[in-house]
């Protein structure tokens, strides 16, 4: 497998498949022979209490598999629909199940880039950063948020750090209020903004410095 699951499954999947192949060849090897050595036949021994009541429930075991496996050869068409209807509910349960390489958390916070095209200047820029702040500020499930733009040399990139409320007072999750934001976020002409909750545990590249910043607190 590529990428970061690769990275961190690579030891995982190595120990897993060289335990199997010693399986197999301790399987194929030394308990065959060990088995020609030392297993006596059952008619030399006498067996205890738990033995027999081992043996007994072993047996019982697998009478009621064998029961089992009549009943279903003799009952092929249902269990064949039974069988496609897991099918089908495996392949819409994985369809609509959330899936993720790290679950998703809400810790109380957002990070947030502002894409603007290239030519633009850098009080174009600053000017659409404060739209997008305002917007963002006018959510009332935000607290605070801290915003810079030119950093690295370039002018048409901005990123925004944000704050949330207490989770008591937002009474919605992280994810809810960035769902809640893209659509009035998107009405900026000429700057594309992304929001993304913030994560204990995430992959990505290393942040520039800023030359610029914007910081502003929401009035309550």
Known sequence: MGGVVGRLFREFAVTLSVAIAVSLIVSLTTTPAMCAKFLKSNKEYSHG?????????????????????RWVLR???????LTLATIATSISLYIMVPKGFFPDQDTGRLNGNVQASQDIS???????????VGIILSDPAIDTVGAFTGGGGTTNTARMFV??????????SATEVVNRLRPK?????????????????????????????IHCRAII
């Open 49 to 69: 209490r738990l033995y027999r009541a081992s043996e007994a429930t072993f047996e019982w075991i697998l009478s009621g598999y064998a029961a089992g496996l």
């Open 185 to 213: 976020l998107a009405r900026v002409p000429g700057a594309a903004t992304f929001l993304r909750p913030v994560q204990d545990v995430s992959v990505g590249g290393r942040q520039s410095n800023a030359h610029s910043n």
């Open 122 to 132: 850098f009080q174009d820029m600053r000017g659409k950063l404060t739209q997008v």
């Open 163 to 172: 704050s949330l409320k207490p989770l008591n007072e937002r009474k919605v």
């Open 75 to 81: 009952h092929q068409f249902p269990i064949l629909l």
